[in-house]
């Protein structure tokens, strides 16, 4: 155990970072472009920490030693007691963290190389392309830094010593040192071949221009071309004279890190000799300037006369325009297209001349004057040119028309083309209308034009055989109308010498063939206009025309009119007379068809349903079942025939048959209304309902559940009875429920047997009777009760009856008080009653206890209540004392006679009427209706008449209603 923990004590000292010994060498190198050792740092530490570990390990084959040889272990194997020992490992850990640090402080000093990584970095052809194509490039400069560099990784030590590994580094600075001297050698070499490049231009544009240059002056071009010679070179001298200096500097930059004796290519001279060179050059300039001077002078004279010549060529070529134009006949375009072929070559050398002239111009500082006529002549050429051009078209579309069968033509199209190229020709300037073409061109479209009318009429789809039998007849000629019929042929034919009567012709054809198409168009439509049936209660069916069947109808008749009032007509006279009555007979049996089947569904529902119409009327029954069978039978030819021209053809329906069945029909009518006469007789409020309604109620008589939708047309108040059935099955009413649900019970069931009229009469006896009794009962609880206990308990029509004579009664005591003396505030006192009795029922109504029925009640007996006490405070206000005193006696006054309530007012007095109204809101009572009813009344007991007159909306219906109905 000693010998292990001395062993990795002084394997610790040896890896210390103090003062070791070398134990490992390593040298650097570039791998990849990074910077690496070989062995690499991972694999030295690896080696040492496994010389630690392997100290150990050395002993895992001895086997265990008892305590006598140490005292410090127990018995058990050495390898685990060594392995877990505290001071053997605190020594392996101390070896494994001075490898660690020995591994930074190496990557740290490797590190210190990246500063040069720009060498290895870059590369070398990169770096040199983009350097040739920098602007202002800085050699000296930029070799001067490449060789510092290079000095600088000399500079850095060979070998060196980091803890116990020592660092080789002579591979790498040899190699970064390579990298730096190939970077100075490429810009030298660029440097020489830049250099190298401008003095071969410069030998090569001095050896060129002095060769242009020294070219002879013989025209005004090689005059011209060496003045702008000059211009260049004296511009590119210029240049040359400022790359001198860098050239020379840049022979100062090779001789000191380049190549000595310096030269460019072979066959040029030093550059020690450019200058010369150069110096000699611009000698020859100087030379050539001077022989310019003198050809400018001569060339002058000759240019003045090519220009002379040219202003003559000019006059000769305005003259040819306007001869052309003005004087030479042009009869075709063959003609005037050679004539405007040579005008316009003289127009295009014209062109060419003044091109050549130009340099002429610009060197010796003159301006082309060109003729005012000229540009006059160019315009005119010009039309020319689009006359000639249009002539063309309207040929080539003409030639092409006369070819085209007249039948393929499009009219409308050849028209608008025409009006385009007259149009286009009429829009050109007027000097080009003297021209003897453009006149010729013009009347033959006119000519054409003329011809539209025989075109179109020739080329008529809507002539028939007969029309083109009368062209033949009056031209005398045999004429083919079929497709190959063309303008050309039509012309060759003659048919321009009658152009008039084949348009008559054309005309009319077109006329006869719309009159012909519209009467196709009706035929058709009856044939294609087809009835659809219905099922009608399950085993009848229902005819149904189209919506528009009628309107349809009237439009074929009106264009048969027109029809027959045309002259074209006439052609299909015997079809026009024969579809005409069939329009009428179609209307007139559709007609009658529709209300046979109208009147027979009315009488259907009738006879044919559920009641003693049958037994009343026995002898129109047996009618009706004659009718039935042939109304069945026609709707049955109907379906069969289904279009309609197929039913105006059929011989099983007419229209004699028709209104045979419609006056048997009549005849049922006419008993039919007697008898509902007789019912209305027997119940005058029959009168308020319609013959439709009545014959339900009339059918359904045994079925009064059936009949409740119609009660309310006969009693106002109610909307439908309380009906209950006994033992034998037949019906009762027990009472009746208003619209608000308000109900009145009778006193006696009414039984529903026998006829309508006579159970709805008992009814309306049953209905008075019991109102008649409800209010006398309904009058002593008024007494008797508490509001809120009477409100309830009787019907709001009774409220208000009771609570009128309840009024009456203690109004007449208070003023017979009064006028016997007894109590002079009666009134007051009757006042205040009714103040108490109006707060009660204010606070009833405010009530959220209160249902909507009784609240109903309570706002419309509130509504009388306070007429009634404003009455009082009227009374008041003048001082009634009596009875008799007008403001009392106006007023309505409710009594009850002997069980019978009588209402008076003034003079006169008639019963109450005791029919139930339901639970009915009340109008507002004012001075006004007061008024209204007070002179109706007098005028009703006068036996007049009277007529409340108003604004709308001010309530006169409202108060007839309810004052005397």
């Not at 390593?26 to 496994?50: E, F, H, M, V, W």
């Not at 000019?314 to 306007?322: A, F, H, R, T």
């Not at 009467?519 to 005819?543: A, M, N, P, Q």
């Not at 009277?946 to 001010?954: E, F, K, M, Q, W």
Request: net charge negative; charged share 25%; hydrophobic share 40%.
């Amino acid at each position: 155990m000693k010998a292990i923990r001395l062993s990795l004590k002084e394997f610790a000292v040896a890896v210390d970072t103090s003062d070791a010994i070398p134990l490992f060498s390593t040298y650097s190198y570039l791998k990849d472009g990074q910077i690496d050792c070989r062995p690499s740092l991972i694999s030295i530490t690896n080696s040492a920490n496994n010389v630690a570990k392997q100290t150990v390990n050395v002993v895992k084959g001895l086997l265990t030693i008892s305590k006598n040889q140490d005292k410090d272990l127990d018995t058990k194997r050495f390898y685990d007691a060594v392995a877990s020992d505290e001071i053997v490992l605190n020594r392996i850990v101390i070896i494994m963290n001075r490898m660690s640090a020995c591994a930074f402080n190496v990557s740290e000093k490797l590190v210190a190389y990246d500063k040069y990584s720009s060498l290895w970095s870059m590369d070398l052809k990169s770096y040199l392309r983009r350097y040739s194509k920098s602007t202002q490039p800085n050699y000296k400069h930029d070799i001067q830094k490449f060789i510092s560099r290079r000095t600088l990784v000399e500079a850095e030590e060979s070998l060196c010593k980091v803890n116990f590994v020592q660092l080789d580094f002579i591979s790498l600075k040899t190699e970064l040192c390579s990298y730096a001297l190939n970077f100075k050698v490429g810009l030298v070499e660029l440097l020489k071949e830049t250099t190298d490049s401008k003095i071969t231009r410069i030998y090569t544009f001095i050896t060129e221009s002095s060769k242009h240059l020294a070219q002879p002056l013989l025209t005004v071009d090689d005059l011209g071309d060496v003045i702008e010679l000059l211009k260049q070179v004296e511009k590119r001298c210029e240049e040359i004279e400022d790359d001198f200096h860098p050239l020379f500097g840049s022979k100062e930059i090779l001789e000191e890190y380049g190549t000595l004796g310096f030269q460019g290519h072979e066959g040029f001279p030093k550059l020690d000799g450019i200058k010369t060179a150069f110096s000699v050059f611009m000698g020859c300039i100087t030379c050539t300037q001077e022989r310019v001077s003198k050809a400018r002078v001569t060339l002058k004279d000759t240019f003045q006369d090519t220009l002379s010549k040219h202003y003559t060529f000019q006059k000769k070529l305005c003259i040819e325009v306007e001869e052309a134009l003005y004087k030479a006949e042009t009869p075709n375009i063959s003609e005037a297209a050679k004539i405007l072929k040579e005008l316009q070559n003289g127009m295009i050398e014209k062109d060419k001349k003044e091109q050549e002239l130009q340099r002429g111009l610009d060197l010796f500082q003159q301006d082309l004057v060109e003729l005012k006529n000229l540009t006059k002549a160019k315009a005119r050429v010009e039309l020319m040119a689009s006359t000639v051009s249009l002539s063309e078209q309207w040929d080539a579309i003409c030639n092409k028309w006369k070819e085209t069968p007249l039948l393929s033509l499009n009219f409308n199209a050849m028209t608008d083309e025409t009006k385009l190229c007259i149009s286009s020709l009429l829009s050109m300037d007027r000097d080009i209308r003297e021209w003897s073409f453009w006149t010729s061109i013009k009347r033959d479209i006119e000519i054409f034009q003329a011809l539209s009318p025989l075109m179109v009429a020739a080329g008529n789809v809507d002539m028939r055989e007969r029309h083109w039998q009368s062209i033949q007849e009056l031209t005398g000629e045999e004429i083919n109308h079929a497709d190959e019929l063309t303008l050309r042929k039509a012309l060759s034919f003659g048919l321009d010498k009658y152009e008039q009567t084949i348009v008559d012709i054309s005309e009319s054809a077109s006329k006869e063939f719309s009159i012909e198409k519209s009467i196709i168009e009706i035929e058709g439509s009856l044939v294609e206009c087809r009835l659809t049936f219905i099922l009608y209660k399950e085993s009848s069916l229902k005819v149904m025309v189209p919506d528009d069947f009628f309107t349809m109808l009237e439009d074929h008749q009106v264009t048969i009119s027109a029809i027959q009032a045309s002259p074209a007509g006439k052609t299909f006279e015997h079809r026009v007379v024969h579809v005409r009555s069939l329009l009428k007979k179609a209307t007139d049996l559709f007609e009658a068809v529709l209300l046979v089947q109208r009147q027979w569904i009315y009488l259907e529902n009738i006879f044919a349903g559920e009641g003693d119409i049958s037994e009343q009327l026995p002898l129109e029954s047996e009618i009706f079942s004659h009718v039935n069978s042939h109304v069945m039978t026609t709707i049955l030819h109907l379906q069969r025939e289904q279009n309609v021209h197929a039913i105006l053809i059929c011989t099983d329906i007419s229209i004699e048959k028709m209104h045979s069945i419609l006056g048997q029909m009549e005849e049922i009518q006419s008993s039919l209304n007697q008898y509902l006469e007789s019912k209305r007789r027997g119940f005058p409020r029959f009168y308020f309902v319609s013959d439709d309604d009545l014959l339900e109620m009339i059918g359904k008589a045994s079925q009064p559940q059936l009949t409740q939708k119609y009660i309310q047309k006969c009693f106002e108040g109610i909307q439908v009875l309380k009906l209950e059935k006994n033992d034998g099955c037949a019906w009762s009413a027990l009472g009746g429920e208003s619209m608000d649900e308000e109900f009145i019970m009778f006193n006696n069931p009414v039984p529903i047997s026998g006829s309508i009229e006579e159970w709805m009469q008992q009814i309306l006896d049953e209905m008075k009777s019991t109102m008649m009794k409800l209010l006398e009962n309904a009058f002593i609880d008024k007494k008797v009760l508490k509001p809120l206990e009477w409100v309830p308990k009787w019907q709001g029509q009774l409220l208000i009856a009771s609570g009128s004579l309840a009024y009456t009664k203690r109004c007449e005591r208070a003023l017979f008080a009064i006028k016997s003396g007894r109590d002079k505030n009666a009134l007051r006192v009757v006042k205040k009653k009714y103040t108490s009795f109006l707060r009660r029922l204010t606070e009833m109504v405010r009530s959220e206890d209160i249902d909507a029925t009784n609240r109903c009640k309570v706002v419309a007996l509130i509504t009388t209540e306070i007429h009634n006490r404003d009455v009082i405070e009227k009374m008041l206000r003048f001082s009634c004392q009596d009875q008799s005193d007008f403001i009392w006696s106006s007023q309505l006054r409710f009594y009850l006679n002997e069980g019978f309530c009588e209402i008076h007012q003034s003079n006169y007095s008639l019963k109450f009427g005791y029919e139930y109204q339901g639970n009915n809101g009340r109008l507002v009572i004012t001075p006004l209706t007061d008024r209204c009813v007070l002179t109706l009344l007098t005028a009703l007991s006068l036996h007049r008449g009277g007529n409340p007159l108003g604004p709308a909306g001010t309530g006169k219906t409202e108060t007839v209603r309810i004052h005397f109905f």
